[in-house]
């Protein structure tokens, strides 16, 4: 398998996928702004999102995905199928399960979540509603979890990595024609989760068929517990949900934090998320995606340089990769906010403020990309403990720095103590990989990183200078020339970033790889 070719289809298919998650934003910023209700929002669907990482996409794929690479690779199609079915079965069960007891409990869960909104009674209920009817999403995405193991398994990375844009475009209708409709107009989003999650299992349906994996799900989930993989998983899924618990409830303590702030901080420090999830699902997710899979075969066949390589190969494309986006970020924080934000209710207050929380994620994007390259090279193995030991010890770092940061910069500091949070936990994935002999850095990483630190300062610099002859909240007046300013702003960084680099002797035939 060409990873650099793959890399690239997935990247593809995630940019659609972030680049209509960015327009349904723009829209939900221009139709709603930064208020209660936004908060209310915002906080409601962190509720299916965190139980969605917890037992779905986390937790479950990180234990499923090297079991079922075990399995395709040694024990045959008959077995691996019926590993799938009683997984699958396992997995939905527990699933409503959980929705029920979500639907019933939400005034209790939010809550505790988010006290702060109970001084604002309306936005509080407003957001019990909506987070009754979104829970029904995690049964979805609990099932978007399991196809998309089963896809990538099979090496059909496509499908999976499209998924997301069936959300984006159900917020996308729900805002432009179903929100003006309705007397309270932000529950129209929180139809949209819904019906958005519907269609992204819908869509996995055809493509497991075609590979002949589309599970059976049974009545009697206690039989399909008897199953000694399925048992396997769930043995593996202990510690993995303990390690994404520990993450999510690093988030929740701070949505607790942000609620209780100005009101408006939920929705700020959420818009800037979003423009942190462009580099870090293009890298990060996608790496993370196709490196799992290729890592667990080079595991199962005792190719430790391979292994090492592989390892080797992502980390340099991230660094490459990754740092350029951490410095524009940082450095063109209120040109990106002001011209994909500053229209509607969003006004040059909440682009200053997003601005704000945009430049502390900024540093830590290189730590949160990093973490999804350097986590797979612990879970390939099915050693899952010790990124749990890790994400503890992250999450109490990350609770005494909000201690230290918020009282300073409010939900700004909630979004630096995240991002250097994840550096520390990137840092300390990466000695356990070499402490344990399992990664063994290549040669030219030194000079690698001269090169790199030249070509950043140079775009820093660029992106400074040409940045600084506009007032990009005052072009709101001229939407269309403030774009073409950022793209001009933009295209001038990426042609001194990349022309440093040649300049250097970087060339792109030096970071293709084949999977063996």
């Known amino acids: 398998m060409n990873l650099h070719k793959t890399l690239a289809a997935v990247s593809g298919m995630t940019m659609v996928s972030r680049v209509t998650g960015l327009v349904r934003e723009i829209l939900f910023a221009r139709a709603f702004g930064a208020s209660a209700y936004t908060d209310a929002f915002n906080i409601a669907f962190r509720i299916p999102n965190l139980l969605r990482r917890l037992f779905a996409e986390g937790a479950f794929s990180q234990a499923f995905v090297p079991i079922l690479a075990e399995y395709k690779s040694q024990k045959g199609e008959e077995a691996t199928k019926s590993l799938i079915d009683h997984a699958a079965t396992v997995l939905m069960w527990t699933m409503l399960l959980t929705c029920v007891l979500g639907i019933i409990g939400a005034p209790l869960i939010i809550f505790g979540i988010a006290t702060g909104l109970k001084a604002d009674p309306t936005a509080f209920d407003a957001s019990v509603w909506m987070t009754r009817l979104m829970f029904p999403y995690i049964g979805f995405m609990a ?3 399991l196809s998309g193991g089963i896809l990538n398994t ?8 499209f998924t997301p844009v069936l959300l984006n475009l159900s917020f996308i209708f729900a805002a432009l024609l179903v929100a003006p409709q309705l007397k309270q107009p932000i529950y129209a989003m929180a139809f949209a989760v819904l019906f958005g999650g519907l269609l992204q299992a819908a869509i996995q349906i055809p493509a497991l068929m075609k590979i002949g994996m589309l599970p059976r799900l049974a009545m009697n989930p206690f039989r399909a517990l008897g199953d000694a993989g399925v048992r396997k998983i769930l043995s593996k899924m202990g510690p993995a949900v303990f390690a994404v618990s520990a993450a999510q409830i690093s988030l929740m303590i701070n949505t607790n934090i942000a609620s209780r702030l100005q009101s408006g901080s939920v929705s700020w420090l959420s818009y800037a998320d979003r423009l942190m999830e462009f580099p870090t699902a ?3 997710v996608a790496l993370g995606t196709i490196l799992l899979p290729s890592l667990s075969k080079a595991n199962f066949d005792g190719d430790t340089a ?3 390589a592989l390892l080797d190969w992502g980390l340099r494309l991230t660094f490459l990769l990754a740092l350029p986006c951490a410095v524009g970020l940082a450095t063109l924080s209120e040109p990106l906010t002001a011209t994909l934000f500053h229209y509607g209710k969003f006004d040059a207050a909440s682009v200053s403020m997003t601005a704000k929380a945009l430049v502390a994620y900024g540093v830590g994007l290189i730590g949160l990309i990093l ?5 797979p090279g612990f879970y ?9 030991r890790i994400a503890v010890g992250v999450l109490i770092a990350t609770q005494l720095m909000n201690l230290l940061f918020v009282p300073k910069f409010a939900h700004a500091g909630l979004a630096l103590s995240i991002g250097l949070g994840a550096c520390i936990n990137a840092a300390l994935l990466y000695w356990g990989l070499r402490h344990r002999g399992i990664y063994t850095a290549l040669p030219g990483w030194s000079m690698f990183f001269v090169r790199l630190a ?3 300062c140079l775009m820093g610099g660029v992106a400074l200078w040409v940045a600084s002859h506009f007032d990009w909240v005052a072009l709101g007046a001229a939407p269309f020339q403030r774009v073409v300013a950022l793209l001009a702003v ?9 022309g440093a680099l040649l300049a250097m002797g970087f060339r792109f035939r030096d970071f293709k790889r084949i999977a063996r």
Do not use: D, H
């Open 380 to 388: 390939a193995q099915q050693n899952i403990k010790t990124p749990v």
């Open 282 to 284: 293009l890298l990060g």
């Open 490 to 498: 933009l295209a001038a960084c990426g042609v001194a970033y990349f």
């Open 154 to 161: 099979w090496r059909e990375f496509k499908i999976p990595a």
């Open 306 to 308: 391979e292994y090492s």
């Open 454 to 456: 030249g070509a950043l």
């Open 371 to 375: 973490v999804k390259i350097l986590a």
């Open 143 to 145: 099932f978007v979890a």
